[in-house]
């Protein structure tokens, strides 16, 4: 199925599980380290350029930040309403050890008991696949994912890679996707496979 985008708006940002709205829409978690580019990535997939605040600053994003988005099912007309949710990036942030600590507790609570995430997607840098901090988030994802959520891993600024490089990682990871901030030419490939892996109707994504 091929769908397009209608409305993409902020709804509300929270700090812990307690804080978030009720879990009524299907939701779509968007996880990476810091700097992997995921306001850009989220900014793309919306077609707006400051929907989600990015920053030079890696580790900026301190809350769990909902954006509410509107697709439309091009054969059936549908509208859908899915929420996107754009978590703190891990490993870089410039915090206290007491603010990372309670950051760990409160993301771990939303990941495992929020019954209304569908997919995460897994941002990963397509310079450095290999990270021993991005296998342990799969590791740590597959310890309580349900029959009714995915993951999918997504490597950014394929752009950087060389034709060499771009196609041994299309190589090692064939089920993920590859984009890229500056080239647009996958978008709709894009936003058709996290809504399908969303909705069910595609299996995989999982390495």
């Known amino acids: 199925m091929s769908y397009s985008l209608f409305k993409a708006t902020f709804f509300t940002s929270a700090q812990n599980l307690s804080q978030c709205p009720p879990p009524l829409l299907s939701e779509i978690v968007f996880l990476g380290r810091s700097n992997v580019g995921k306001s850009t990535f989220i900014n793309l997939l919306c077609q707006q350029k400051n929907l989600a605040k990015s920053s030079q600053t890696p580790g900026k994003t301190q809350l769990i930040n909902f954006f509410l988005t509107h697709w439309k099912q091009k054969q059936s007309g549908e509208i859908l309403q899915i929420y996107l949710v754009d978590l703190p990036g891990f490993g870089y942030a410039k915090v206290s050890k007491t603010q990372k600590e309670l950051w760990s507790k409160?993301?771990?609570?939303?990941?495992?008991?929020?019954?209304?995430?569908?997919?995460?997607?897994?941002?990963?840098?397509?310079?450095?696949?290999?990270?021993?901090?991005?296998?342990?988030?799969?590791?740590?994802?597959?310890?309580?994912?349900?029959?009714?959520?995915?993951?999918?891993?997504?490597?950014?600024?394929?752009?950087?890679?060389?034709?060499?490089?771009?196609?041994?990682?299309?190589?090692?990871?064939?089920?993920?996707?590859?984009?890229?901030?500056?080239?647009?030419?996958?978008?709709?490939?894009?936003?058709?496979?996290?809504?399908s892996h969303t909705l069910g109707s595609q299996i995989g994504g999982l390495q």
């Open 106 to 195: 409160n993301l771990i609570e939303f990941l495992k008991k929020r019954d209304s995430i569908r997919l995460f997607v897994h941002l990963r840098d397509s310079r450095h696949p290999h990270l021993e901090i991005d296998s342990n988030l799969i590791e740590f994802l597959t310890l309580f994912l349900r029959k009714d959520q995915r993951i999918l891993q997504i490597f950014t600024k394929f752009d950087k890679l060389n034709s060499t490089q771009k196609a041994k990682l299309k190589k090692e990871f064939p089920n993920a996707l590859f984009s890229s901030s500056l080239q647009k030419t996958n978008f709709q490939e894009l936003s058709d496979s996290i809504l």
